[in-house]
């Protein structure tokens, strides 16, 4: 057998063999047609909607990342969200992660629900309570891990293992971690799914998301989902994030640098309350982060001693950090989750979940830490 080369190596080289004339880079197909040679026969490529030869490479490196069989580019992570979702018929129920993104809580309740399919949130850390929401008609169990904005961790092997006894499927949203960090599938799950628009292509300049496989008998149907709902990626945003997955793994190891040393800054704060990041020893899965994957991340969150006008005067007092709803890009972003990237789910919802008024959420960037710690400090003082 190939020795399996690493996951640098990959980013690199996987989509060499997709470039013409000794392009290093795949070239965009900036076509919405190919010409076909006959009346009614299919070649590889005839519409973008269908199939485009930068989508594809860009499908196939990070089908291999993955470890997947097949994988669909899709316009945004959301689209790829519903495109899972359209798998599933009125009548099937998906039991899902509750702390998810703000927008696929609203996807999943303000448009998959009127469909007909029915959903349980529950805080998937606690397996117990997957196990005990799983029924007869459960399709899919929905993980995000680590969550958003809370940063909590679902033990995928042994969500998986509820998945199979009930024959339903296991989908993780792997944005936060990226297969650099962990890997679903080998873990377990059937099913990718990725925000391309974050730590993938890396520098805020593309929206786009994926969905990957591990099972091959998936394949035609997702395909048919993506061109029978035109949730297909424009081709210069497919070259945007082949380029940026070719420094995904440096990109990454430097987030978690700097995220590891603000989260211990943050824990020497009085006014802080609580850090939350899973490589603090602290954290309360941190053994189980550590076993399931190989990275914590670059996203910390905290509870500020005080109301949402603390926290947000904190946020507008911070220097250097971009006040942005998004995550993942080589700039450092700040934001209020709440009123944000969380702002469509209701308040007592948040709560209940200890997701408080005053939670703050950093994507560390690949700066100089210590200019990011100075920024810190700053608003901190003016705290005072
Ligand atoms: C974890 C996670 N999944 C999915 C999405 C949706 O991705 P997109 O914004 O590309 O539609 C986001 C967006 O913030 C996210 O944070």
Avoid at 31 to 42: D, H, I, L, R
Avoid at 141 to 163: G, K, Q
Avoid at 247 to 262: D, F, Q, S
Avoid at 358 to 381: C, K, M, P, Q, T
Wanted: net charge neutral; charged share 25%.
């Amino acid at each position: 057998m190939a020795k399996r080369r690493g996951f640098e190596t990959e980013a690199i080289h996987l989509s060499k063999k997709f470039g013409e004339r000794g392009a290093l880079n795949v070239p965009i197909y900036q076509n919405s047609t190919f010409a076909q040679v006959e009346p009614g026969k299919w070649e590889d490529y005839t519409y973008t909607r269908t199939n485009n030869p930068t989508e594809e490479a860009l499908r196939n490196a990070l089908s291999v990342l993955e470890g997947g069989a097949y994988g669909i580019i899709t316009s945004s992570g959301l689209a790829a969200i519903n495109a899972l979702c359209e798998m599933f018929d009125s009548g099937d129920h998906i039991v899902s992660t509750a702390d998810v993104y703000g927008g696929t809580y609203r996807l999943f309740t303000e448009f998959v629900a009127k469909r007909g399919i029915e959903f349980s949130f529950v805080e998937s850390k606690d397996i117990t309570q997957v196990s005990g929401a799983v029924r007869e008609n459960t399709k899919l169990i929905y993980v995000e891990t680590p969550s958003n904005p809370l940063l909590e961790i679902t033990d995928i092997p042994a969500i998986a293992r509820i998945a199979k006894s009930q024959g339903a499927l296991l989908a993780v949203d792997n944005t936060m971690a990226t297969p650099y960090f962990q890997k679903p599938l080998e873990l377990g799950a059937d099913i990718v799914i990725h925000s391309l628009s974050k730590y993938i292509s890396g520098h805020t300049n593309v929206i786009g998301g994926a969905l990957i496989v591990k099972d091959d008998s998936y394949r035609d149907q997702i395909k048919f989902i993506r061109k029978a709902t035109g949730a297909n990626p424009a081709p210069f945003d497919c070259y945007l994030t082949l380029l940026g997955l070719k420094t995904l793994a440096l990109r990454m190891r430097r987030h978690e640098e700097n995220a590891l040393r603000v989260a211990k800054y943050l824990v020497e704060q009085p006014r802080v309350v609580s850090v939350r990041y899973p490589g603090l020893s602290e954290h309360p899965q941190h053994e189980l982060a550590k076993k399931q994957m190989s990275g914590f991340g670059g996203i910390v969150s905290f509870e500020l001693d005080g109301d949402e006008k603390v926290a947000k005067k904190f946020i507008q007092d911070t220097e250097l950090f971009t006040i942005s709803i998004s995550f993942g890009s080589v700039a450092s972003f700040i934001s209020y989750p709440a009123q944000m990237s969380h702002k469509d789910m209701p308040r007592e919802e948040r709560i209940k979940r200890g997701f408080s008024d005053s939670l703050v959420r950093l994507s560390l960037g690949i700066e100089d830490v210590n200019d990011l710690i100075s920024a810190l400090d700053g608003a901190f003082s003016k705290m005072r």
